[in-house]
């Protein structure tokens, strides 16, 4: 897939990106994809380009991009190893509510300003820290995102004043949570929480666990299931397809 590398100016600093697109002329609708807590590498690279291949203009930003140029991680073994383990959920960390709020608003304004885009509202799709990304996002930043996507996200449902769930007021999106199975991070009473949440909000969603492990959809991870992977490629589908077309 075609695919535009490009820096996004935000409150905070300079966010490299990359926007993959379909072969054509377009304009086409654009959606976010953000990464798990092992950020933007070629794995996600070519998800993106996957992703672009369905008819959407995909960018793919750095989240990271407040810690400068930092080293990449090995998702085989940064979990096994005690230092970088403590490096990624430091960086995990630093990427706040209040950031993804405003990092989001950056990424939506150059969507709507692309000529390969069209349209002033978008998808957003996230896996592990990114699926609570775009849950948060889909509630702070609601009249930008059509439809909200989140694969093996954690944290969706917590005691903080914080949690995702409680935005379910706020959101205009069509949402989508697809947990994994002894997961945590996200257990089934926590997917119930979020799912009456979303109900009584009048929020079109849904809530399911696959049979897979966290981490199922994203091809370095340990965990990878191809058939969990192609299903959620599948409720992608659907899900920005009725939303934003496509």
């Keep these: ?118 349209g002033e509202r978008f998808g957003v799709c996230g896996y592990c820290m990114g699926g609570r990304t775009s849950v948060v996002v889909a509630g702070r930043v609601p009249d930008r995102v059509a439809a909200a996507a989140s694969f093996h996200g954690g944290g969706l449902v917590t005691d903080a004043a914080d949690s995702p769930h409680l935005l379910a007021g706020k959101m205009r999106a069509t949402v989508y949570v697809a947990g994994a199975e002894n997961d945590a991070s996200f257990t089934e009473e926590q997917a119930a929480t979020l799912d009456e949440a979303l109900r009584t909000a009048g929020v079109a969603h849904t809530v399911e666990f696959y049979p897979a492990a966290h981490g199922f959809a994203v091809p370095d991870n340990p965990p990878y299931d191809a058939d969990a992977a192609a299903r959620h490629w599948a409720a992608m589908r659907e899900v920005f397809g009725g939303a934003l077309g496509g």
């Design 1 to 118: 897939m075609p695919s535009h590398a490009d820096t996004i100016t935000t409150p905070d600093g300079d966010c490299p990106v990359r926007l993959f697109t379909p072969e054509g002329t377009g304009p086409w609708p654009g959606v976010v994809m953000y990464p798990d807590a092992g950020g933007v590498r070629p794995t996600f690279e070519e998800m993106a380009a996957e992703l672009a291949g369905f008819g959407y203009a995909v960018l793919l930003p750095d989240v990271y991009y407040r810690h400068g140029d930092w080293a990449p991680f090995d998702m085989a073994t940064a979990f096994g190893d005690a230092e970088e383990r403590g490096r990624l959920m430091s960086m995990l960390h630093s990427v706040t509510a209040d950031r993804m709020a405003v990092d989001a608003a950056a990424f939506f304004d150059y969507l709507a300003g692309r000529p390969e885009v069209r």
